[in-house]
């Protein structure tokens, strides 16, 4: 029996500081030694054990079962309320919450923290305490020792559980925080996972503080006086971020924000327009620059694609030219790549290359001269157009039989475009920009549908396509020659302006090929860069006379360039060697 005395008697001891501890944190008091028996002075006990107990019944304290109703009604009153919170806060955010929220109960038992499992463990062994320090001193009475120790068991849960004015505010906060606690938890727990047990037990520790409790306790309105007022920030710290946390706009509502509407003030409005008409601004440009650089690109593999018809056709053997006994007349016979080119456009008269250049194209001829300026020979538009031969010209024109419709023309004008990749005309350029060019390519290879000629360059200068002074020089107007005397002016006006004087000879019945493309050199798209040559002769050398030219020193200009360079002029009295026996003019 002395065993089991003993036994029960630690139990008591045990459970007994357990009380007193949480009543030193409830006050925030400093740790002392938990009592003893040894300790206990004979004056504690000279009271009659009797009247002890009857004290202990009479006084006006809360038993266990209220207690735990207490508890109950506080964990019920705060899980609505946080339940109610929720919904809230989930209508402002126009979220529907699809699960509901998990048990208190079963989160503090899945924490499974050294601080919530002493927290269960109190809160269970509040009421048998109390009814098992009852049940020991009634059956006990005769051991003084005993009943002392359950009777201060007693006298502890009373301080700590009768109502008194401050202190029930204090045991409420402690009740409400850990709900809180709980909440906070379940909250959580659903978004994250628990990191450490330790972490745990910090925030634990962090929230049951009785200070912050005391202060979170002034702010609320919705807490009954029994259990003090707890502040929202308190109960849902994390709800309150995700209030605080914008709605991301949608790509749409965005889009809409950009243009000005109702509400916005007058300097939105300005900055709001301007910034619409950069973007338009861009947009455009952008296409354009776009659109530009994609006809350079579609009409390059074009070219290529017509002319790899062409090279293949070309090179089977073509059927020799007939002539007929009774008017020696030429018969001609239309070459295997240019029918292939006429069953795509019967506007290609030919084809046009320069050895090593980028030009090697169709040349195609219409009714006028605007409409392949911007189209391509499968009549799609296109910034860099076709080559084409002036409307008036006339070219191996053959009837049915075969024969030439009319003689060709004494000088053929050939335009196209200065493109930037160097397509079309573009390279020409560069027989006034660089001295060497013109010694490596100064043949010219044009074929009709007919017949391949060859031509050797005699000069290349610039003009004024506007020019109405004395330098005017429109030579794309020069198609047929009245007499060798205008055709000597023509050439030794050629030769005045080119760039490069070279050994070519020129005489009275050389056909000319005059090659025609803008240039910058004047402003508002005026300049013009002709290139002049004449057909080889049949046995002549085609680069003869071509590989020493040297700069020209008196260049003939238009009037606007000298408007330009004050410092230069023509002297028209300067030596002059010119084509033909009388010079012309």
Not at 40 to 69: F, P, Q, V, Y
Not at 70 to 77: M, N, T
Request: proline fraction near 4%; aromatic fraction near 8%; charge should be negative.
């Amino acid at each position: 029996m002395s065993d089991k005395f003993n036994e029960e008697s630690s139990e008591a001891q045990r459970r007994a500081e357990k009380i007193k501890a949480i009543r030193r944190s409830i006050h925030s008091e400093a740790e002392v030694a938990p009592t003893t028996y040894d300790n206990k002075n004979e004056t504690e006990h000279t009271e009659s054990i009797s009247d002890r107990i009857l004290r202990a019944k009479e006084k006006k304290m809360a038993t266990a079962a209220d207690i735990i109703e207490e508890l109950d009604a506080a964990i019920a009153y705060e899980k609505a309320r946080a339940e109610r919170m929720a919904a809230e806060a989930a209508k402002a955010a126009e979220k529907t919450s699809e699960e509901s929220s998990p048990d208190i109960s079963d989160l503090l038992d899945g924490l499974e923290t050294p601080a919530h499992e002493e927290l269960k463990e109190i809160a269970e062994e509040v009421a048998g305490d109390f009814t098992e320090v009852a049940d020991t001193v009634t059956d006990k009475v005769e051991d003084f020792t005993e009943i002392s120790g359950e009777a201060e068991e007693a006298e502890d849960l009373e301080e700590i559980f009768s109502i008194k004015p401050d202190e029930e505010q204090e045991a409420t906060k402690v009740l409400s925080n850990v709900d809180i606690v709980r909440a906070a938890r379940e909250e959580s727990v659903q978004n994250t996972k628990i990191e450490s047990a330790t972490e745990n037990d910090s925030t634990v520790e962090k929230i049951l503080m009785p200070e912050r409790s005391r202060h979170e306790a002034q702010h609320s309105e919705y807490a009954p006086k029994s259990f003090g007022n707890i502040s929202e920030e308190a109960v849902s710290p994390e709800k309150k971020k995700k209030h605080k946390k914008k709605k991301k706009k949608s790509f749409k509502q965005r889009l809409i924000d950009l243009v000005p509407h109702k509400g916005d003030s007058v300097g939105e409005c300005i900055r709001k327009v301007v910034f619409l008409c950069s973007v338009i601004a861009i947009v455009v440009c952008g296409y354009m620059v776009g659109d530009y650089y994609y006809d350079l690109w579609s009409s390059k593999n074009k070219t290529e694609k017509i002319m790899e018809i062409y090279d293949n056709a070309t090179e089977k053997k073509a059927p020799p030219v007939k002539e007929k006994e009774e008017d020696k007349r030429k018969r001609y016979t239309l070459l295997e790549g240019a029918r292939k080119l006429l069953e795509i456009n019967p506007d290609i008269v030919g084809v046009i290359s320069i050895p090593d250049t980028c030009v090697n194209n169709p040349v195609l001829q219409a009714e006028d001269n605007t409409k392949y300026l911007s189209m391509k020979y499968d009549l799609t538009e296109n910034v860099a157009g076709e080559l084409f031969l002036d409307y008036r010209n006339s070219f191996d024109k053959v009837d049915e039989e075969g024969y030439l419709k009319c003689k060709n023309s004494d000088n053929l004008v050939i335009y196209g475009h200065n493109m930037y990749d160097d397509q079309m005309f573009g390279c020409l350029k560069y027989y006034y920009r660089n001295e060497e060019y013109y010694g490596l390519h100064p043949i010219i290879n044009l074929s009709s549908n007919y017949e391949n000629y060859q031509y050797k360059i005699f000069a290349f200068f610039i003009l004024d396509a506007n020019d109405d002074t004395d330098t005017k020089f429109e030579c794309w107007n020069y198609i047929d020659f009245d007499g060798e005397d205008d055709f000597y002016d023509f050439v030794n006006e050629a030769k005045k302006r080119t760039i490069r004087i070279n050994d070519v000879d020129v005489k009275y019945g050389d056909q000319l090929l005059t090659l025609s493309t803008c240039n910058v050199i004047f402003p508002d798209e005026r300049g013009r860069l002709m290139i002049l040559a004449r057909q080889v002769r049949d046995g002549e050398d085609p680069l003869e006379g071509t590989q020493n030219s040297q700069p020209n020193p008196n260049i003939k200009w238009p009037t606007i360039y000298y408007q330009d360079h004050p410092n230069e002029h023509y002297d028209p009295n300067a030596e002059f060697v010119p084509y033909g026996s009388k010079g012309g003019k």
